[in-house]
């Protein structure tokens, strides 16, 4: 996999804020999950900021969780929006499926399935590589090499794949990636040099209006030039019973001559009878590369209804 490719890869992790407003109303992911109540004292509950840290440089609940979702049956419905540059609707794709799985062996059944607009090519492609990246990391999570393997995805060295690469940056971000021109030391964002760069918040919540949580935010301050950073924000979800990571929200931009995106991403998770798994993944954003027209693209994903058959 080229650099290019995974630069593509690389904006379905992040956010678009002015974008996402511009598109608002076509934006699928109308589900409020998560009501914040009020500022956390740290005393009464005796956190600090190094307890977050610590707890989301330790996490692999967040990648195991998309592990064990093949291990289950369950419903998903995934929408997909495209735009042309005006942010007008150009394309919608449409899926219900039910992922079966039956002692280790997995099926698709397609419930539901309608595609319009200028979604695909003349040779039955993808129009855009935002939707083909949809199909590589969701779609094909259910049966396919995504999810393979046991512990954190990628060791962040230079000879790791540009998979495992997108992978670390999915389910294990604050570290450092190498090989990724410009911006690896700027993925980083718990170090030292870059600490400069952020606030720190933290909230008392409610998940989906029963779950108590501690919203943990890592966001660039107001004086932080743009090309300072990578990462504009970065908000934990933490079950305040367990510590356990029920949520993870990425915003990203960048622009240089050779790239520039600017996208958001949110994943989501619960418990099914002591299992965390994969609940809601929306996205929105665009990605401009060299050779490429610029992309727009939106989509929610929601799977449900887990059960061992």
């Not at 598109?23 to 109308?30: M, S, V």
């Not at 064990?68 to 419903?75: A, I």
Request: hydrophobic share 35%; aromatic share 14%.
């Amino acid at each position: 996999m080229n650099k290019k490719i995974f630069f593509l890869l690389l904006c379905l992790i992040g956010g678009y804020h002015s974008f996402a407003q511009q598109i608002q109303r076509y934006n699928p992911d109308t589900i409020r999950t998560i009501v914040i109540d009020s500022a956390v004292n740290i005393r009464s509950h005796r956190l600090n900021v190094q307890d977050f840290i610590d707890a989301v440089l330790a996490d692999t609940s967040f990648y195991k969780a998309f592990q064990d979702m093949k291990r289950y049956s369950f419903t998903a419905e995934n929408r997909i929006y495209t735009y042309d540059k005006k942010n007008r609707v150009n394309g919608k794709i449409y899926r219900k499926l039910r992922h079966i799985d039956n002692n280790g062996t997995h099926r698709l059944e397609y419930l539901a399935k309608s595609d319009s607009g200028n979604v695909f090519k003349r040779n039955g492609k993808y129009q855009l590589y935002t939707v083909e990246m949809f199909d590589y990391i969701f779609t094909n999570a259910y049966n396919a090499d995504f999810v393979k393997g046991e512990g954190l995805p990628g060791d962040g060295s230079k000879n790791g794949s540009y998979k495992a690469k997108l992978k670390m940056l999915i389910f294990s971000p604050g570290r450092k990636i190498s090989g990724l021109p410009f911006i690896s030391n700027k993925t980083a964002i718990f170090s030292r040099d870059m600490h400069q760069f952020y606030n720190y918040e933290f909230a008392l919540g409610k998940y989906l209006d029963t779950i108590p949580v501690y919203r943990f935010k890592v966001i660039r301050k107001p004086s932080t030039a743009d090309g300072d950073v990578v990462i504009r924000e970065l908000t934990t979800i933490f079950d305040a019973r367990t510590f356990q990571i029920l949520g993870r929200y990425v915003d990203m931009k960048y622009s240089n001559l050779l790239f520039d995106f600017d996208v958001q991403m949110n994943i989501e998770m619960n418990n099914f009878n002591g299992v965390l798994l994969p609940t809601k993944i929306s996205y929105q954003g665009n990605w401009d590369i060299p050779f490429h027209k610029e992309e727009r693209a939106s989509f929610l994903i929601v799977q449900k209804d887990y059960k061992k058959e």
